[in-house]
């Protein structure tokens, strides 16, 4: 199914234009991310964030084209704050949106990382949920093989507070191999969504296969499609002075 865009009359389709993702900075300082969300207040857009190793990088380039996204056998490996800038295709054409918002966020609960570094992940975090944009939507990652883990409850406990939208995409589904394993998972999602209640939608997905990321994708354009349609209605018209 294809996502009907309620911007114009006719019908049209936006997709996430591949390759238009573009690097703009890598943060580990806290100060310098503190700024930089200060700084961008109204930004639209999609962060991603999950257990380290658990694919977000896999999963961006999946999303974004291949390339976008550095992606490693070191677990732990992402230890900066990505952001890029990336854009929609309107039925594969360019279109005249504004440019929008994705960060691949350091990955959280890898045993091996210093006292140091989870500080400075906190931190980091604290931050992001203090002063990011009400405009970026958050995908968690979780691993469909350990689903809520001990550091995904932990990071759960950040999210409880955040009322934007927020959504939970199981990842390397394609490991699942027997029919039984699949409905383990299947199984847990009602009690996953009682525990998890900020968050929207729950997806089954593979960066490998690619199984399961054209629901993924529909997910982020529609909330970045309906972002503007807030922005649209917001905006006061001020009298000439
Ligand atoms: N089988 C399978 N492997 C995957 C999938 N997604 C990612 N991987 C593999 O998992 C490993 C980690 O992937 P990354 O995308 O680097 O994971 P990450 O979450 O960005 O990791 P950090 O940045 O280190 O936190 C790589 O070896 C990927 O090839 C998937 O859907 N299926
Ligand atoms: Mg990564």
Not at 10 to 38: C, T
Not at 97 to 105: A, G, H, R, S, W
């Amino acid at each position: 199914m294809r996502l009907i865009n309620k911007l114009g009359s006719k019908s049209m389709s936006y997709l996430i234009k591949p390759h238009s993702a573009e690097f703009k900075m890598g943060i580990s300082n806290p100060v310098q991310f503190d700024e930089w969300l200060k700084a961008n207040p109204d930004i639209i857009g999609v962060s991603f964030v999950g257990r380290s190793n658990v694919g977000k990088s896999s999963i961006i380039n999946a999303l974004f084209g291949s390339k976008t996204a550095r992606v490693s056998k070191t677990p732990g490996r992402t230890r900066e704050i990505n952001i890029f800038e990336f854009e929609l295709g309107l039925n594969g054409k360019k279109c005249d949106l504004q440019k929008f918002c994705m960060i691949d966020l350091p990955g959280y609960g890898h045993a091996e990382v210093s006292k140091d570094m989870s500080k400075n992940w906190d931190q980091l975090m604290g931050s992001f949920f203090a002063y990011l944009s009400p405009g970026m939507m958050l995908v968690n990652l979780q691993d469909a093989r350990h689903p809520n883990q001990d550091a995904d409850k932990g990071f759960h406990q950040f999210l409880k507070n955040y009322t934007r939208n927020a959504i939970l995409v199981f990842n390397k589904i394609d490991k699942l191999k027997t029919q039984k394993e699949r409905a383990v998972l299947e199984k847990l999602k009602p009690s996953l969504s009682k525990e998890y209640k900020w968050i929207r939608q729950m997806y089954f997905a593979s960066a490998e296969t690619k199984k399961g990321l054209a629901q993924v994708e529909e997910a982020i354009v529609a909330h970045l499609l309906e972002e503007l349609e807030i922005r649209k209605s917001d905006r006061v018209e001020l009298p000439d002075e």
